[in-house]
């Protein structure tokens, strides 16, 4: 049976094996291993917005501006993600990207830059925003109109060089 609603479908967080499986990249990154995961992931070093401790997330890097230099990350898991949230609380912070640490500031992007990102990676890697969308439930027809809508739903961030 096809879905009629259009909201977003955001998936349930991990547990288990999964979660191990999900958290591995983070085990890479801190061991030196993080390039092997080329240049599509950035490893987010945040501070718990209640706890106060260190945390980690690998994030998939949508865009990347070495001019700047900036990265544009997605959160799946919309406005309710942890590092999200803490970023929301603390914006300067810092990243691993490659062997390079940087010190950044997150920027949260409204709707409108969200759908040109959304846009741009569709026509820079077709096949991954198609899977991202189904991914995210999210329907799209392949049009730049359905990625740009798509875009418009989803939760960007800019991390920013300080």
Known sequence: MART???????????????????????LF????????????????????VS????????GVVSCDRTVPSWTV??????????YRNLRSQPKTVI???HRHH????????ADAGARIMADYARLRPANARRLCDCLGLPVDGSEGAYREAGRALTFVRLDAD
């Not at 010190?103 to 409204?110: G, K, M, N, S």
């Open 103 to 110: 010190a950044v500031t997150a920027r949260f992007l409204p």
């Open 5 to 27: 609603d259009t909201a977003p479908r955001r998936p349930r967080p991990l547990t288990g094996w999964r979660r191990l499986v999900a958290r591995l990249p983070v085990f």
């Open 52 to 59: 106060g401790l260190r945390r980690h997330a690998v994030l």
């Open 30 to 49: 801190r061991v030196g291993l993080g390039p092997v995961l080329g240049r599509r992931l950035l490893l987010l070093h945040h501070t718990g917005r």
């Open 74 to 83: 997605l959160s799946g898991s919309g406005a309710r993600a942890d590092w």
């Open 96 to 98: 691993q990207f490659g």
